[in-house]
């Protein structure tokens, strides 16, 4: 097997052992062109689900302005919990399916 399509597929796969850190020392150790697009690439999709967070910040901290009683089941605070998990998901299939996809080809 080709070690460019190794280290590629390792960057994606990253996502479950290293986060993004690995994708971007595979960026700056590498001299392959091909591995470097593939580390820049998943570097910019382990960050994605970090744009969520400071939504769910603001739901955490303004979520007691926005209900009026104790009773009240805080809606801002679950949507903001749920497009944070929503978007973990799909960036993690999505990466599962680059990493395989990087085998292949």
Do not use: R
């Amino acid at each position: 097997m080709d070690t460019d399509k190794i280290l590629s597929a390792l960057g994606y796969f990253s996502i479950f052992f290293a986060g993004f850190i690995f994708p971007l020392i595979l960026f700056f150790a590498t001299d392959s062109e091909s591995v470097k697009e593939h580390a820049k690439k998943a570097f910019i999709s382990h960050i994605i689900p970090l744009l969520s967070l400071p939504l769910l910040l603001f739901a955490v901290f303004m979520e007691p302005t926005f209900t009026s009683g104790a009773n009240e089941i805080p809606f801002f605070f679950l949507g903001a919990l749920l497009l944070s998990l929503l978007l973990s998901f799909i960036v993690v299939i999505w990466n599962i399916i680059k990493g395989i996809k990087v085998f292949t080809v």
